[in-house]
């Protein structure tokens, strides 16, 4: 009778500064009935990693949890893997940021736990071949990835680990089974032994398992199933009780067993994450190909900065960040690495990119460090901060950092309060998703489901609420503010909010050029009876706590037409913000005005905008409609307005706006 090693091991993590009561929630469900049921079973030997954030707020705040898990490390019980202490996709991150959050987090387990981790978990599964030198030096042996990785690649033995190496330098790779993770919890206790068992085919094999904390209790209908129905008691007095499966650390396993052999393996993560990364078009038609084609590879993880702009634009951030760090004070470095947290750059089943409190977190992050690094005064810098080949002028002053890119229409694409560490401009498109399919065409579920069992979220059947097909409205110009429309026909609250007005002019999403601190498109306007170059100049001006533009628009084009300029700011709860003492609700309309005054309930400022002469003001708040663990989700991001206007281009237009913080 051939036995087979189970290697089983979780992955417990939350955002950095995650609110509260999320926490708190995933511990009661989660976390403390895990280990109390663990510590019932210390023959059962397991994995554990825990991102460095939330295994210090359980110290702090979740003592007997926290008493719990040393207690089963003392008994011999858990295996202590490492990561980044912050939870970063370590590929994304400088060598040396890397380097830091690995050692803090072995640094950490060492004082509290008492062992010096050899493995490591690869946040995400994101793997690169670059990453080995760095694991090494950080005296890590061995690391988890999927089998997604190896069988796309073209190995087929599963029920070991891999060598691989790069650059002269050696690290073991175990390739976590998928079956396993969509059987554990979720099937019958023995089918879920018989899926372990179907590895024992060879002499010394192990089943790999090591996957989210978060699916024992935490999932939808898992708390249930797996404490109140006693799953996994039954599951672990199952495997300590059958005579084919030991339990094992993974230490130990490649201590007594050797290596199915050399691998390389290219830029991957896991195969829900390759499809997630694609851009919906190419998405779908992966969805459809996968069946047919194993080897068929979807996009890597990085591709989440060319699906999402906004993403890209924060991680490039990021690293501009990091090269200055050797000036950083011990709290600047700190946030360079809490700002390097994985959750908030990609999007897949879970809120992540679409949910606001985290991009809100990272933006307090980066400004904490800009607030730190700057000098008394105004500062100006040139750059190309998101690396997309266009000019980005960066200005500094005592109390904001203000960003103006030229690629799309010379807009304001960051707006950060040093005051609050609050960016005002952290705004997103509304843009289209593969699973909005799943909204716009609902289709009845014929898949058949075992009795007795729980559904992974990537199963289970969504409730479809029809009104969230009315939010299904996607952009074609990026959501900044100080955007320039033309349009022939009057601009209203109705054909703003659903991107139906005619645009004539080209400005609002084409590159301009910086002079001299002034940005210049010579563009066009379309009309039926034709072309009509146009010029637009914009010119911002930058004081204590104020930013002022002028526009000047002339043009061939000599008869009436309509302009609105295009605000999009994000408030922390925009439905609270009020807009002239009033709130947005289902949308705000002002006539004959040229000031408002928009009040802030979450950083209890103020800001003034005013123009030049009368406008009408629209404004209402703009959601997006994204996936979570619960189904879809209708999230308030900003509040979208313009301040509209007629003219006669004979005249041409001089235009100018001034935004104060006060």
């Given at each position: ?262 691998a390389y393996l290219d830029n991957c993560s896991y195969f829900e994450m390759a499809q997630w990364s694609l851009p919906p078009k190419e998405a779908e038609t992966f ?121 799309n229409g010379a807009q304001l694409i960051e707006f950060g309060s040093l005051d609050t560490l609050f960016n005002w401009q952290n705004t997103i498109m509304r843009r ?231």
């Amino acid at each position: 009778m051939k036995k087979v090693s189970l290697l089983f091991g979780i992955h417990m993590h939350q955002p950095v500064d995650n609110f509260d009561k999320a926490v708190e929630k995933a511990v009661k469900l989660s976390y403390a009935p895990f280990f109390a049921t663990m510590k019932k079973y210390p023959d059962f030997k397991f994995s554990l990693h825990c991102s460095g954030w939330l295994l210090e707020k359980i110290r702090l705040e979740y003592p007997e949890l926290f008493q719990n898990m040393q207690y089963l490390t003392n008994t011999g019980s858990i295996e202590w893997l490492s990561g980044g202490y912050y939870e970063p996709v370590l590929s994304a991150i400088p060598s040396k940021d890397r380097r830091a959050q690995i050692k803090k987090l072995s640094r950490y387990i060492q004082k509290y736990f008492g062992q010096t981790p050899h493995g490591l978990w690869l946040a995400e599964r994101v793997w690169e071949s670059s990453l080995v030198g760095d694991l090494q030096a950080c005296k890590i042996e061995y690391a988890m990835v999927d089998d997604y990785h190896f069988l796309s690649n073209g190995y087929d033995e599963m029920n070991g680990y891999y060598t691989t190496e790069d650059n002269a330098k050696e690290l073991k790779l175990f390739p976590i089974a998928k079956s396993l993770r969509y059987a554990l919890p979720f099937s019958q206790v023995e089918d879920s032994i018989t899926s372990i068992v179907k590895y024992s085919h060879e002499d010394n094999a192990s089943a790999i398992f090591f996957d989210d904390a978060e699916k024992f209790g935490l999932w939808p209908q898992t708390n249930k199933w797996v404490y109140k129905e006693k799953w996994l008691e039954k599951f672990v007095q199952a495997v300590l009780d059958h005579k084919q499966i030991s339990t094992q650390h993974y230490s130990n396993y490649v201590a007594t067993s050797k290596s199915l052999g050399l691998a390389y393996l290219d830029n991957c993560s896991y195969f829900e994450m390759a499809q997630w990364s694609l851009p919906p078009k190419e998405a779908e038609t992966f969805e459809k190909l996968r069946e047919h084609h194993p080897l068929l590879k979807g996009g890597i993880w990085k591709n989440f900065f060319i699906k999402y702009h906004e993403s890209n634009y924060l991680h490039k951030r990021m690293l501009s960040l990091s090269l200055k760090q050797k000036s950083f004070s011990k709290d600047a470095l700190e946030a360079l690495y809490k700002l390097q947290t994985n959750d908030t750059f990609w999007h897949g089943v879970f809120g992540g990119f679409y949910l606001p409190s985290l991009r809100d977190n990272a933006y307090k992050y980066l400004l904490t460090i800009e607030k730190q690094q700057h000098k008394k005064g105004l500062e100006f810098t040139v750059l190309d901060i998101n690396k997309d080949g266009f000019d980005d002028l960066k200005v500094l002053t005592d109390d904001y950092s203000a960003i103006i890119s030229t690629k799309n229409g010379a807009q304001l694409i960051e707006f950060g309060s040093l005051d609050t560490l609050f960016n005002w401009q952290n705004t997103i498109m509304r843009r289209k998703e593969l699973y909005h399919k799943k909204i716009l065409h609902p289709q009845v579920q014929n898949q058949e489901i075992k009795s007795n069992t729980v559904q992974t979220i990537h199963e289970r059947t969504l409730h479809i609420n029809n009104s969230l097909r009315a939010e299904l409205i996607y952009d074609w110009h990026e959501k900044n503010s100080f955007i320039e429309h033309f349009s022939l026909e009057p601009f209203t609250l109705e054909n703003f909010k659903t991107l139906t007005f005619r645009e004539i002019g080209d400005f609002a999403n084409k590159s301009f050029t910086l002079k001299n601190k002034k940005f210049i498109r010579k563009g066009n306007l379309y009309l039926n009876a034709g072309v009509y170059p146009s010029k637009l100049k914009k010119q911002y001006s930058f004081l204590k706590n104020k930013i002022v533009l002028q526009n000047k628009f002339k043009s061939a084009y000599t008869k009436k037409i309509y302009f609105a300029e295009e605000f999009n700011l994000h408030f922390a709860h925009p439905k609270k913000v009020t807009l002239n003492e009033k709130y947005v609700q289902d949308g705000f309309c002002e006539l004959n005005c040229n000031t408002l005054r928009i009040a802030d309930d979450f950083t209890h400022k103020s800001m003034i905008i005013k123009t030049n002469q009368k406008c009408t003001i629209y404004a209402f708040v703009l959601h997006t409609v994204s996936q979570s663990e619960q189904g879809f989700e209708k999230i308030a991001q900003q509040i979208s307005f313009i301040f509209t206007t007629s003219f006669s281009v004979k005249l041409a237009l001089e235009f100018s706006i001034e935004v104060i913080d006060v």
